[in-house]
């Protein structure tokens, strides 16, 4: 069966340091990936997808950016941080292809900018 | 407007009751629906997904499309302290959009 594992859970950074999220899929190829963000109380903005190596697009611009270094290993990653990025991160994968694929996230990670 | 649209609530019923979540949306071509609950502090998790027009039942949990009128409703039947929390729709026309959610509240 498949899983998706995301790390770390919690993390608490100051405004202007740099930030790395990895999210990793296994028990399948080629999955479409997604990093998605969910501020408090709110729904979910997808903010990168992925439909293979080195295949990033974005959907909204940020100071975020997004890389799929391996066929299933996605990370997040910031330069700078600043306090607007805080918020609950969802890192989801989905099958390729087709339509009605059904996205599953992972344990999402609480990032709290300071 | 938004793309997919849900009461952001509170709801709140009564443990036995039946809670009705309601979303519509906005895109004629989605073909793809589905209902995740969330847990406060945690990732959704999917219950349910939709394909066609009807019901669609998966123990306490139905699932009703209606593509004419572009929404898709969940109805929890007995429903038990354990089902608070938020429900998410989501429709997908080439990629999946998400509601805002709506609170389930069950008092006991």
């Known amino acids: 069966s498949q899983t998706i594992h995301q790390w770390p859970a919690t993390l608490v950074q100051p405004v202007g340091s740099p930030l790395s999220l990895e999210c990793t899929v296994e028990g399948t190829s080629n999955p479409n990936l997604y990093w998605y963000r969910q501020a408090a109380g709110r729904g979910l903005q997808l903010l990168f997808y992925s439909v293979g190596i080195g295949q990033i697009s974005s959907e909204v611009p940020q100071n975020l950016s997004a890389s799929r270094p391996q066929d299933r290993q996605f990370i997040l990653s910031s330069k700078k941080l600043l306090l607007s990025d805080s918020g609950f991160y969802l890192c989801?994968?989905?099958?390729?292809?087709?339509?009605?694929?059904?996205?599953?996230f992972g344990e999402g990670s609480w990032l709290t900018v300071v | 407007q938004k793309e997919v649209e849900q009461n952001s609530g509170p709801l709140s019923v009564p443990e036995g009751a039946i809670a009705s979540l309601n979303c519509t949306y906005s895109d004629r071509g989605s073909q793809s629906f589905f209902w995740y609950r969330q847990y406060s502090g945690k990732s959704p998790e999917l219950i349910m997904s939709?394909?066609?027009?009807g019901d669609k039942e998966d123990g306490r949990f139905t699932a009703q499309l209606n593509k004419a009128s572009q929404y898709v409703s969940l109805l929890i039947r007995d429903s038990q302290p354990s089902d608070s929390a938020t429900y998410l729709c989501a429709v997908e026309a080439g990629k999946s959009t998400f509601g805002d959610g709506t609170t389930l509240t069950v008092k006991p």
């Open positions: 939709i394909y066609s027009n």
């Open positions: 989801a994968w989905s099958i390729a292809g087709g339509v009605g694929n059904t996205i599953y």
